[in-house]
Structures are given as C-alpha cells and as structure tokens.
C-alpha cells in the first residue's frame, strides 16, 4: 500500500558504523537519536545490536516504552531527551535510564517519583551556551551551583553530568569556544563540589564535524572535556548539520517516501478565479509554466513536507500541496507516468519526520 516509507537497512547500518567509529575515535560515547523515525522497530533493533551505540535517546517516552526493555536486556541505556512533562515523571524513571533536565521544580518530581519506585534515576543538567532553548543560562553560574546542590542532597537522584544543545533552536553551531564555556561549568562543579561528572553532553549532529572528519576542518576542535555526542540526523541522513555538509562514508538516500499517482492531467499553471487562501491560510504564489503536465499524489501535508521532498526522478517537479494531495509538474520528466504510477522522494529531516510519525504512511524494508 502506499503512500509508504521505505528504509534502507543496510544503508543505515552503514551511516551507523560511519558515525559511530567518528564519535568512538574522539573518545566520546554516543547516544542514538531515534524520534526520527518514530522508534521504528527494525531500526531499533539495529541500534540495540550495534556495538558502537551506547545509549538510546528520544524526546518521548512513549517511544523508549516501546523499547526500553530490549534495549536494557542488552546493555543499553535508554535517555530522555526533552526535558519531562510533571505529569510523566512516572515513567520517566520508569522507562528511561536518564533523562535532561533544567528545573529543580521537576528534578524535586522526579526525586520523589524514583523514591516511590525505589530506583535512583539519573540526570543531565542542561545548560544553555546561548542557543535560547532548554537549559540554566550558563553566565548564571550561580543559579547552577545552587541547583547542584540541590540535586546532590537527594538520595534518588543522580546527578550523572552536563550537557548542552545548539543549533535546533537559535540555529548556533557548536564551536571549541562555546563548548569550551560546558566544559567549564562542569570543571567548576566538579572542583566546587568535590564530585567527579562522568558525561559532559556535547550536543547533537552539528558538532559531530568538530572532531575534524569533514573538509571544512581536517582536525579535532571539540574541546577535551566533552566525553558524548548525541546523534539522530547524521546517523539517519548522513549530515552535518552544522555547515549542511555530507559526513564522509554516509549515504542520504537512506529512506524513499513513496507515493502513487491518483490523477494526471494537462492544465494550466496559474489557478482561476479571484485568489484568495488556500487550506492553511496562506497567499500562494504561482510560476506561470504555461500548459503542464499535473500530477496528483495521493499524500498531502498531513503526511509529507513538500519542501523536505526531493523526487528521484530530475524532471519532476512540486509545486505545491494541500493536506491530502500533493502536486507536481511531470512535464520535464523523461517517463511518460499514468495514474496508479508511483513516484519516490528523498527526505529532508522535516520529511523524514512528519511520514515517520504518520499512520498514513506505511512503513516498509529493504
Ligand atoms: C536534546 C537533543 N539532543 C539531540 C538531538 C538530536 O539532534 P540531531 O538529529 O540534530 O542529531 C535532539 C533532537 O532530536 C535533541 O532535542
């Protein structure tokens, strides 16, 4: 059935391998994102039995239920990344090994939610270099020291080090300044406390280039200190998404969004009639292409991120869509395509996201 997403198994294995000796070579450990495909569970079972992956990490708990269990009968860790609901607090400690947080409102939840579960449940301390998302502002050193201290008088709660995040928010890349300022921090917990931090969090897939394995930059600058990296879009689409390069050994066609052909017909470009908004409010805008060959998918932005979608086909292509039905232009294409035809698509991260987590979208292996 489509529409349908099509993952690549071994090209997977091959990104995870690639990813996974980079980060292993500059000593860190490596958290695998996996809300990027919704937890599948094929790909799950991948990262379980790679050895180069540590921990498994997602932003919701409802995908590490689904394979907290596995995932620990093997020896890893499982890590919530989004900072926790209060009304989950529950099975947070239930299902993730650890998780980031910012404010002593939920650790003081947490603490008690691992107290009633008899567990100790360990915590990141997030702090923000500036990229304006989740974190204690790290020039309020202050309100840090007094939140560790806090921390470390509660008997169910460890806490297991710091990290940051850049880029997904403030779009800020990760650099040796910025990530020398975590390191740090963690040097002057450590020295004020008398305790030893085991992970100094170094961010996401836009710092994984500052271990010198792109061309932009042939050696390390990720500051000594920071020991994990967390990736999710280097591992699932090969890219560095600090600077928007390839990473070296990984492949990008490593899922296909498909989607069948329910009409095709010769029509104009330009709409007619008064112009007014289409179904999400907005004006459209529209090239005049004169007579063209329209194609309409039977997937629509409900399903799909037109603008996250590249079709392998070089002569078609999108110009638009609505919630059920995308539109493209075939007229280039060398295929003379037909209804009932299926036309595939390469993913951005934004794609990638919105056919993971669709229940539209049917999910199929090679
Ligand atoms: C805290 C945190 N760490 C890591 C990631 C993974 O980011 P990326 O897919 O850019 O590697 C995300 C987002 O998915 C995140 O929110």
């Known amino acids: 059935m489509y529409p349908r997403l099509v993952y690549d198994l071994t090209k997977l294995r091959q990104n995870l391998d690639a990813v996974s000796e980079t980060v292993h070579q500059g000593d860190c450990s ?43 009968v093997a020896g890893k860790k499982t890590v919530l990344l989004r ?6 607090v529950a099975d947070v400690v239930r299902y993730a090994d650890l998780s980031f947080n910012s404010e002593l409102a939920t650790i003081r939840a947490l603490s008690e939610a691992a107290t009633e579960a008899d567990v100790v449940h360990n915590i990141l301390l997030m702090i923000d270099l500036g990229d304006l998302r989740e974190g204690i502002f790290f020039r309020d050193e202050e309100q840090i020291f007094q ?40 040097k002057k917990i450590e020295a004020r406390f008398g305790i030893e931090l085991q992970m100094v969090s170094g961010g996401n897939s836009s710092s994984i280039y500052l271990l010198g394995e ?18 999710g879009e280097s591992f699932l689409l090969g890219n ?37 908004v289409d179904a999400f409010g907005q004006k459209p805008v529209y090239e005049d292409r004169g007579v063209i060959r329209r194609a309409i998918l039977a997937i629509g932005k409900q399903d799909a991120e037109p603008g996250s979608m590249t079709p392998i086909d070089p002569g078609i292509d999108i ?5 059920d039905h995308l539109i ?11 209804v009932g035809d299926v036309l595939s698509f390469t993913l951005g991260y934004g794609g990638m ?6 229940p539209y979208v049917e999910k199929g292996y090679r």
């Open 240 to 276: 560095d998404t600090a600077y928007e390069t390839k990473l070296p050994g990984t492949c990008s066609d490593t899922m296909l969004l498909e989607a069948q052909i329910v009409e095709l017909k010769e029509k104009p470009s330009l709409p007619i009639g008064e112009p007014g």
């Open 147 to 186: 939140a560790v201290s806090e921390i470390l008088a509660m008997k169910h709660i460890h806490l297991q080090g710091v990290g940051v995040n850049l880029t997904c928010y403030g779009a800020i890349i990760p650099k040796n300044d910025n990530l020398s300022q975590l390191v740090e921090i963690a």
């Open 30 to 72: 490596m958290m695998v994102v996996t809300k990027g495909v919704c937890a599948d569970a094929r790909i799950v079972e991948l990262l379980i039995s790679h050895p180069g992956v540590d921990y498994l990490a997602d932003s919701r708990v409802k995908n590490l239920k689904t394979y907290a269990g596995k995932a620990r």
């Open 83 to 88: 900072l926790p609901m209060l009304c989950e």
């Open 319 to 323: 110009l638009g869509a609505s919630s």
């Open 328 to 338: 493209v232009d075939v007229t280039r294409s060398k295929t003379e395509y037909k």
């Open 214 to 231: 792109n061309e932009a930059l042939k050696e390390r600058q990720l500051p000594a200190g920071i020991n994990n990296l967390r990736l």
């Open 353 to 358: 996201l919105k056919a993971a987590t669709s």
